[in-house]
């Protein structure tokens, strides 16, 4: 069948299943963007903000139940449990099927169900991907169509024959006729399900973020991660920025830190040492790819930034304040008397009156936090003032740098060199994070994230391992990007951080872009390399000696504690984690012992 018999006679087939009042093609433009924005207010589903303070932008209030992704729900069903792995929620494909035909028939009820084409990567991109996603949700039209590039140019694409992946969404809120619609429709039943063999993603019940739109976590990460495992590219969580030296030199990094540990911050960095410049390019997913010259090139497939709102103020992260300005979809922060918005660390000093994120007065007494911890704002990237101004290259830019993170309150320093590929992977395997308010489950408790990608590997992730093991194999002497492990979060044993973070993680870049360089020194340590405290650039930072020696310090003793876990965490996948790794591993421990006795 031509593409477009095709993708007309699925639409007909998920219609007759879901049983929608109307169907609407979404067609990217401006109009149909405002008008649905428009709509959304008169039905209550959006607040539109004060103009006057923050032009064309609304909050939405979602039901308090559907505040973030939820991963106990979240499925790989695979032909085979042994391909979702230990790490996934592994569901029979024919049996998930049967249980997703009972759930969405007659889902879309009374609503209209729209119909988006988009593209991950600019359109007419070589390594751009195409997808479409049915919703019946308007909050996610508006904010896919802030996030990717939609429009009748995807579906032009598709009638030549372009390969698409096939994403279905439902509130899972049908409507009886003449029923009144709340604010924020969802569903206490949840389902997003991933179909890694058939390239499709179906998800039911929550209208949140990563949860709803599918081009994000569900296909960028999860179904692209199986493509580029057959394919020999890599697809994963990261920001992707451009360093420019004092020189004049751009280099390229990457950086893979969990949800809500300093993706967006880093990506927007403004160095508070003179003479460097930070462009931004990607803020939460990279596609990486060789060439044929055994370099890797880095690609941010997405074109809008869903970011965490707290925290996000004038001395964290001045650029994102400013990206702002307008045109902005805010969800679950606070509303303010004067029609603007609010949040934690917006300014140091509260409001004296704010309505809450869940529509209450709320005042600096209230003793509560007046926006949802994970509350979040949709922005089109072209409105960060340091975007990069080729940040729509097609072919990408060429990378230089991988870095791997975590909040880490204890034991990991503040950066760390990995001494080959192999030993990079390996401490990318190795991340472990305190729990934050991105996903369901008790903030502050410690788990492995292995490459930032715990929730969003489509396969098995020893699997994943052994190909990024294998990807480096295949690279250039010399032409691999160099792999560093940092830790923003490291506490002093009064609970406060160590180091003073954001702009002043540019002290910590410099001497990676200064190590790739070969200008930098660096002490050897059992865990990689690190620098000397005065190979770091202080100038103008207030950090006691002793807090700079914590930052740094490798007690053997809970490393071996670690190791033992991490052995632990690798004997979850049986025999299928790389003898590569597992030879690191014994590497590392031997290195722990020498120093230690
Ligand atoms: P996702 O969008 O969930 O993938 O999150 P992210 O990785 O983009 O995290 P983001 O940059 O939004 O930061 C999350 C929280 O961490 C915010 O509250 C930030 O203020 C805080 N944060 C970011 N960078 C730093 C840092 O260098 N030091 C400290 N102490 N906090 C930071
Ligand atoms: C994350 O949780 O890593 C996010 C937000 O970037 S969401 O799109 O909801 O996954
Ligand atoms: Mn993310």
Redesign the pocket.
Known sequence: MAGLEELTAWVDEVAALTKPDRIEWIDGSRAQHDRMLRQMVTEGKLIKLNPEWRPGSYLARSHPSDVARTESRTFIASQREEDAGPTNNWADPTEMRATLNGVFDGSMRGRTMYVVPFSMGPVTGPFSRYGIQLTDSAYAVVSIDTMTRVGSAVVERIAEGAPWVRTVHSVGAPLQPGQQDVSWPCNEEKYIVHYPETREVWSYGSGYGGNAILAKKSFALRIASVLARDEGWLAE?M?LIRVISPEGKAYHVAAA???????????MLRPTIPGWRVETLG??ITWIRPDADGRMWALNPEAGF???A???GES??VAAVETLWGNTIFTNVALRPDGDVWWE?LTDTPPANLIDWQGNPWTPASGRPAAHPNS?FTVAASQCPQIAEDWEAPEGVPLDAILFGGRRATNVPLVVESTSWTHGVFLGSTISSER?A?AEGTVGELRRDPFAMLPFCGYNMADYFGHWVRVGQGLRYGAAPRIFQVN??RRGADGR?L????GD?SRVIEWIIRRIEGSAPAAETPLGRVPRVDDLNLEGLDVPAEDLAELFAVDPASWLEEAALTEAFYDTFGTKVPAALRAELEALRYRLRAVAS
Do not use: E, I
């Not at 969990?258 to 990506?267: D, F, I, R, V």
């Not at 180091?499 to 954001?502: I, L, R, V």
């Open positions: 969580h920001l830190f969990p949800s809500a540990c300093g993706k967006t911050n880093l990506a803020d939460d869903f970011g965490v707290p925290g996000t964290t992260n660390g979040r934050t991105a923003w979060f951080y180091w003073p973070g954001f993680n």
